[in-house]
């Protein structure tokens, strides 16, 4: 039985728009002719819309998973059952454990599903290996997205181990906000996000609500006070 990404990938797989691939990804313009055309000649590209489990815990990749339109949440199960976000690769961006599971033959040891209407352009990881066997942009895309990969996560494990609920909530709020004064999501799905339960997250909303941080509405939290919520992750 072939792996659940494979058999999901296939469902959605799109042919090429006839707009220029990986406009997003300016690295990969750099590519020498033959590579572009070995490249432009082997992507394809999925659609999905939001919710929508790509990979699951032990499936094989396909390859090299390249975000062009919505964006992609990679998260764990707990032995409690409860999901946590490992991080989200964004428009632009590539899945660090699709490249290492990629390139060592191994099992992808995580959940990702879509978020919102998405569009992943995909490299067959033989493709991808061998453009990165000659082709010193691909390199240089393959090492930026481990090493900044790579920060995040070793930014969340300490989050995780050294703060608190409430502080982790206020981080959280503040990275998906990106600037912006709203987040739009439900406490279910932050709860998701934690790896807590919905009463734990509407607890602590409630308190920040009091303390005039954020006011809430269904579906929406408006961020009043971030200075005070960053010091409160901090």
């Not at 040891?109 to 919102?116: D, F, I, M």
Request: net charge neutral; glycine share 6%; proline share 5%.
């Amino acid at each position: 039985m072939p792996p659940v990404s494979a058999a999901v990938f296939r469902r959605y797989d799109r042919p090429m728009r006839s707009e220029p691939p990986l406009r997003l990804f300016p690295n990969l313009a750099e590519l020498a002719p033959e590579g572009r055309a070995l490249l432009d000649g082997s992507v394809r590209r999925v659609s999905c819309t939001g919710g929508t489990q790509l990979v699951a815990r032990g499936d094989l990749v396909a390859g090299a998973y390249l975000v062009e339109k919505g964006a992609l949440r990679v998260y764990y199960v707990s032995a409690e059952g409860r999901e946590g976000t490992l991080y989200w690769v964004e428009p632009g961006q590539s899945c660090i454990l699709a490249l290492n599971c990629m390139f060592s033959r191994l099992a992808y040891p995580a959940w990702v599903e879509s978020e919102g209407d998405t569009e992943v352009a995909i490299v067959p990881g033989d493709v991808y290996r061998r453009l990165f066997a000659t082709e010193s942009a691909v390199q240089s895309f393959t090492f930026e997205v481990l090493s900044g990969r790579l920060f995040e996560l070793m930014a969340l494990i300490e989050e995780t181990a050294s703060q608190g609920l409430e502080a982790r909530l206020a981080a959280f709020l503040l990275r998906r906000a990106k600037g912006a004064a709203e987040v739009l999501l439900t406490q279910d799905q932050i709860a998701r996000h934690l790896a807590t339960s919905r009463e734990v997250v509407s607890r602590l909303l409630r308190s920040l609500v009091a303390r005039r941080l954020v006011a809430t509405a269904a579906g929406r939290i408006t961020l009043l006070d971030p200075p005070a919520l960053a010091r409160l992750a901090e």
